[in-house]
């Protein structure tokens, strides 16, 4: 007889509203301020227009957070759900390890600090809550920014689904934001552009759920290219 897996809990709207507000380019962790190469694709000459700028993006939401930063995070809510923290720990390892460039390390690290601060700031009380947050900050050399986002949206309630689709609009909104500013595209464009990327997200949210550790990559050559030319590119507006 086949096993029947218990139905998911709901969504309530608390946690609905707590993972809209860890979606929000409004979070004070700065990831408006970083393009991940998208710039450097636009100094190139490989990003050029609304098209090219959609196209970059599915491909980096597909082979690069879809195969790397969304299953990581996954596993680390779960673990964080588990109290299981040896584990929380060997994910941030292996994402800080295997960012394929200084800057793209930077970034994980300066917003998984920014938001264990406004973990912090938001006070919460209880005991457990108090001990994982005392973990999150002994990470070294830094919680990266997958795993401090997986303990805030453990704290919320929300199921594990609906916690990686409001990681994955995030990392999309402030991605178009970047090509908007970059390109430049209008805020019509920019609309498209999060349409296209909505679209696509939760199929890959989906697989990134049942992703097993063994097929987890980080391996975007290009991508990495483009941020360590980025590095030291010499007029730019998004951070190094």
């Not at 507000?21 to 227009?49: C, D, I, K, M």
């Not at 920019?190 to 696509?200: D, H, K, N, T, Y």
Request: glycine residues 6%; neutral net charge.
């Amino acid at each position: 007889m086949p096993r029947v897996r218990p139905a998911p809990a709901p969504l309530t709207a608390s946690a609905w509203l707590q993972l809209m507000q860890l979606a929000s380019p409004a979070l004070p962790v700065g990831g408006f301020s970083y393009s991940e190469g998208l710039e450097a694709a636009v100094e190139s000459g490989r990003v050029t227009n609304e098209a090219t700028a959609t196209r970059w993006l599915l491909d980096q939401l597909r082979l690069a957070l879809g195969r790397a930063d969304l299953p990581a995070c996954a596993s680390a809510m779960r673990a964080w759900l588990r109290q299981d923290l040896a584990r929380v720990s060997e994910l941030n390892d292996w994402l800080l390890q295997t960012r394929e460039t200084q800057e793209l390390r930077l970034q994980s690290e300066q917003m998984g600090r920014s938001l264990l601060e406004w973990l912090r700031n938001k006070g919460l009380g209880d005991a457990l809550s108090q001990a994982q947050l005392a973990h999150l900050a002994a990470l070294r050399p830094a919680p990266s920014w997958p795993i401090a986002f997986a303990l805030a949206a453990a704290q919320t309630g929300a199921p594990l689904r609906e916690a990686m689709l409001a990681h994955a609009f995030g990392w999309a909104e402030n991605m178009v934001g970047a090509a908007i500013k970059a390109v430049p595209l209008g805020q019509s464009a920019g609309q498209r552009m999060l349409q296209a990327l909505s679209a696509e997200i939760p199929a890959n949210v989906d697989a990134a759920l049942a992703l097993p550790d063994s097929q987890r990559q980080a391996f975007t050559p290009m991508l990495a290219i483009l941020s360590a030319q980025h590095e030291a590119q010499y007029s730019r507006l998004f951070r190094s």
